[in-house]
């Protein structure tokens, strides 16, 4: 069954490779938002699986995203990870991938490391 992924990140390049890359596996359907402001009513109109949602944007903060949704009866239960460049992946794997409670994967990302995520929570 086709995994649906939600990547919200301002890099539209970043955005593109994760979409092409997890898309070209067969196993996933990806839609990509480059808006943080945009990404609830993408969230509400695809509703994915599991969403990747960049922690810094110029519009609107991911934890500000995240928390929209988690208002959200219909989208309260989606699990997500967040995507940063503000600590290392050093830093985030000597933390369990985890600050503050949520699950981190340091930018720049692997396929590699979408995909073991994404199975991990998912399965």
């Given at each position: ?10 890099e ?111 399965d």
């Amino acid at each position: 069954m086709t995994k649906k992924i939600l990547v919200v990140d301002d890099e539209v390049v970043l955005t593109k490779m994760i979409k092409l890359n997890l898309e070209r596996t067969g196993n996933y359907e990806v839609h990509t938002e480059n808006e943080g402001s945009k990404a609830l009513q993408a969230a509400r109109e695809f509703k994915p699986d599991l969403i990747f949602m960049d922690v810094m944007m110029p519009d609107m903060a991911g934890d500000e995203v995240i928390a929209e949704i988690r208002e959200d009866d219909n989208l309260s239960s989606i699990p997500y990870v967040f995507l940063t460049a503000i600590v290392s992946k050093t830093e985030t794997e000597e933390m369990g991938n985890t600050i503050g409670g949520n699950e981190f994967l340091a930018k720049p990302v692997k396929t590699e490391e979408l995909i073991e995520t994404i199975e991990r929570i998912l399965d």
